[in-house]
């Protein structure tokens, strides 16, 4: 079992700033990808960023440029800096983490934290 913790939610006005963290424990692999999804309400869930622990990056087109995704693997963290906020940005925001075991993907969410852009 993974535990996953975010923190760094909140109100924030559009074109703001926000530094999500998320803190993982338990049976970790050295070798994993971590990542955060948002779900809008009325909508799906959507990929939102990853960093794996060698360090390759996707984002989902609409926060090139904004957001910035990154990593402390000593630590087991995750952190999501968000710039120029958007009403659209508004969503839960949730930790993933995961890795392979025996040719498996095994994947765990956090609780999420909620994000609103609004003024």
């Known amino acids: 079992q993974v535990q996953l913790v975010e923190s760094g939610g909140g109100l924030v006005q559009p074109g703001g700033s926000l530094r999500l963290s998320c803190a993982a424990s338990?049976?970790?692999?050295?070798?994993?990808?971590m990542g955060w999804d948002r779900q809008a309400p009325g909508k799906s869930r959507e990929l939102v960023a990853s960093?794996?622990?060698?360090?390759?990056?996707n984002y989902v087109d609409s926060v090139k440029g904004r957001f910035t995704i990154s990593r402390d693997n000593a630590k087991n963290m995750v952190y999501l800096q968000m710039n120029s906020l958007k009403p659209e940005d508004t969503a839960v925001y949730y930790c993933?983490?995961?890795?392979?075991?025996?040719?498996?993907?095994?994947?765990?969410w956090g609780q999420g934290t909620q994000v609103t852009v609004s003024s």
């Open positions: 993933n983490y995961h890795h392979y075991e025996s040719g498996n993907m095994h994947t765990w």
């Open positions: 338990g049976r970790v692999f050295n070798t994993n990808t």
């Open positions: 960093i794996t622990s060698g360090g390759t990056i």
